[in-house]
């Protein structure tokens, strides 16, 4: 039997990088304060000591070049782990990341594997605002060449960090600062969650809740809430790759449920959710489905004060709420079961800055 | 200096920079067939400084290179039917028909990529770099860019991170003096110039004569010597000048964006008769070097035009690495 611990998503991303530069001398880790005292939330603590300074190190702040810089050495087989402290500082790397490493491989005939992953850590509330705060997952799963995964949990964080370092396509790695404290049951040992599988991480028969990422957790305990208030029976998918997407995982439980909610952790339209419900029109007789429906972010920059934020993400309560809808039920007054004191923190663990 | 130099090595040099030309004018003489269906920005008139560079380079050192790459392609040693073949779109293509002019590549021989967006291959040089120094090799990478470039944050960024982890790699600016019409003088401030620039930065810097092989060769040569043996970065601007329109086959003086006597005055610094009267040869000398290269240079567009398209399916391979 291997050996599994309770760890937290941080130290489930600190053991797979470790891992992953025990297993191969060419896995470089690089990033913004990747050897600072915090070392990236702790994620990156303690790598340099143990792999030293000319495969863990510090940048400049250099977003594009650097980015560049990782396609280069991956010509030459080095496999970089890059992070951001938040996806949108990336913003100023489009051009390596479209022009370079989504299309090098291909537009070099295909024999020019770039193998580089980088870590997008996705802020929410406590004020983080219009420019810390943005999950673009569709705007990166838009891109040819692109691979997009974004794990919810602790262990699919590790499995799916060690299968995008080995990946030898460009991985976005969108990690949710919510989850960073989050623990879950993971193997001890070094072990890859194949990208492009969704987790069917709850069977049910009425509905399919189609989520990723923080949004998993919210899912989750409104389907609890629906079977037991209502008797609605959801099954929850786990996307885990944002693309490719796993669309049969998608069909076979919709054509089971005959509904569909897509709960998105981008902007509500050109989304993601979009994406899936198109693929479901596109594949399933349309008299067999009875209902589809989305939910995401509005259509708006998060703005940074605490009173506007109030309802601005999406929780349980709203997925309940959209569930009941679907099924006919009148919508209930919130909170239903997110009676937090405040609505900007995943827990008491998180008092700021960022 | 120059009369240390073996006189075997310039002409070794010279039948190299004849051939670039020979490749890119007949480039341009065909072009018209429509045979060959991508924008191709040519090298005539810029050939020294790939050709002179490349006599010090080995095919283990590496290089990465800008939409007009054809020289520094050839000069490194990339094979030129595939280069052909890939400007006419053929499955034989160095980049199976995929990159075009713009995006040529011969792992074989170090060149690694050119690419068509102004200065995105800069990082991508430097980050060669890093792996050669990780590879503890005595090998190192260059990096071609325009004067435009030195336009681009990625540019700065590039250099900076060459010079923080000192990093083996040349720097080559090609300053030819406009990004497409657009003059430097509209670009940068008349009194700053580019190699000042990259020195403040924290890189040993020169200006070189980017149309005189033979002072190139006797300034290069220790510039590539140091790179190597020290590991850290150098940056060198050369002026020279396109004397083809900025993309395609023809002329583009018409347009009146480059002042008549600037023109005739690069014509006259044409850096293959500056070199063929530092030789001392005669016309009938050069005649012989290019009947000598005639034959391979045909025989290269014969391959690429009688090389078979890839299959449409091809298009739809390689999106992702196996």
Known sequence: ?354 | MSNKRVNSDLLSTLILMIKVRMVEEAIANSYHLGKMRCPTHLSIGQEAVPSVLSSFLNEKDLAVSTHRGHAHYIAKGGSIPEMLAEIYGKATGCSNGKGGSMHLIDKSIGFMGTSAIVGNSIPIGVGLAMGLKLMASDRIAVIYLGDGATEEGVFYESLNFAVVRELPVLFVCENNLYSVYSSLACRQPREREIYRVARSMGLDAVKLDGNNPISLADEIEPLINKVRTTSRPIFIECDTYRLREHCGPNFDDDLNYRNESELKAWKVRDPINCLVSHLGLTQNDVMKIKEGITFEINEAFDFADKSSFPAMSEAYTGEFAV
């Open chain 1, 1 to 354: 039997m291997s050996k599994r611990s309770e760890i937290t998503f941080v130290q489930a991303i600190n053991d797979s990088i470790r891992q992953a530069m025990e297993i191969d001398k060419k896995v470089l880790c690089y990033g913004l304060g990747v050897t600072d005292p915090k070392a990236v939330f702790g994620t990156t603590e303690k790598l340099e000591q143990i792999f030293g300074p000319d495969r863990v190190f510090d940048i400049p702040c250099s977003e594009n070049a650097i980015t560049g810089i990782g396609v280069g050495a991956a010509l030459l087989g080095y496999k970089s782990v890059m992070t951001h402290q938040r996806l949108d500082f990336f913003l100023l790397a489009m051009d390596q990341l479209v022009n370079s490493a989504a299309k090098w491989n291909y537009m070099f005939g295909g024999n020019t594997p770039v193998p580089i992953t980088i870590r997008l850590i996705l802020g929410r509330g406590w004020g983080q605002g219009p420019t810390h705060s943005q999950n673009l997952q569709a705007w990166f799963a838009h891109i040819p060449g692109l691979k997009v995964v974004s794990p919810s949990n602790a262990s699919d964080a590790k499995g799916l960090l060690i299968a995008s370092i080995f990946d030898p396509s460009p991985v976005v790695f969108l990690e949710h600062r919510w989850l960073h404290n989050s623990k879950s049951d993971v193997l001890n040992d070094s072990f890859s969650v194949e990208i492009g599988k969704a987790n069917v991480v709850k069977s049910g028969s009425d509905i399919t809740l189609v989520t990723s990422s923080y949004l998993v957790a919210e899912a989750l305990d409104a389907a609890e809430y629906v079977l037991n208030s209502f008797g609605i029976s959801s099954e929850v998918i786990d996307l885990r790759t944002i693309k490719p997407l796993d669309t049969d995982t998608i069909l076979a439980s919709v054509k089971k449920t005959k509904r569909i909610l897509c709960i998105d952790p981008g902007a509500s339209s050109f989304s993601v959710s979009s994406e899936i419900i198109f693929r479901i029109i596109e594949n399933l007789d349309h008299k067999s489905i009875e209902a589809i429906s989305k939910i995401g972010m509005p259509d708006i920059p998060e703005p940074t004060s605490y009173a506007l934020t109030k309802n601005f993400y999406n929780n349980a309560d709203d997925i309940i709420n959209k569930v009941l809808d679907m099924f006919g039920h009148t919508q209930l007054q919130k909170p239903i079961i997110r009676k937090q004191e405040h609505h900007d923190v995943p827990g008491k663990w998180f008092t700021g800055p960022f």
